[in-house]
């Protein structure tokens, strides 16, 4: 059996995305909440409703009933409208740790989200392939979700 060594190119996770919504940096902010909490969905479009406690210390979570679920987060920082930070492993089951970062700042006719995901720890390859584009879905939402409300 051959063992690698760890190295910080596979125990580390960096991605960064830029979203331009058509909307207010209050529509955007809160339709980020609604898409990441009870409209969440996974990428292929199955609901995936979760629980986002949107204040320092807040869990984000997917209830299953019976006191059952998966904790995936805790807000780390929150200044609303413009900066949701969220510290946990997300969906994954194994030692690692992530931090995410939304960032909205107003633009001429709307609202720049700068989103970051970085993760420290054992990322199986699956779910690093996965994540390449795995939030584009749910920036997606937020995006159709802020620019419908019409604000």
Not at 60 to 65: A, T
Not at 127 to 149: C, D, F, I, M, Y
């Amino acid at each position: 059996m051959t063992v690698m060594a760890p190295t910080v190119e596979n125990l580390t996770l960096n991605l960064t995305e830029e979203i331009r919504v058509r909307a207010s940096l209050e529509a955007t902010f809160a339709a980020l909440l609604e898409e990441m909490g009870p409209r969440n969905q996974t990428p292929d479009g199955q609901p995936l409703p979760m629980t986002l406690e949107a204040r320092p210390g807040g869990r984000w979570f997917r209830d299953l009933g019976g006191d059952n679920g998966h904790l995936w987060g805790h807000v780390q920082s929150i200044k609303r409208p413009t900066l949701l930070e969220i510290i946990g492993p997300l969906f994954m089951s194994y030692p690692v740790v992530s931090n995410l970062q939304y960032r909205l700042t107003p633009v001429e006719g709307g609202t720049l989200i700068a989103f970051r995901h970085t993760a420290l720890g054992f990322v199986l390859d699956e779910h690093r392939q996965g994540l390449s584009k795995g939030w584009t879905p749910l920036h997606e939402r937020v995006r159709a979700r802020a620019e419908a409300s019409g604000r």
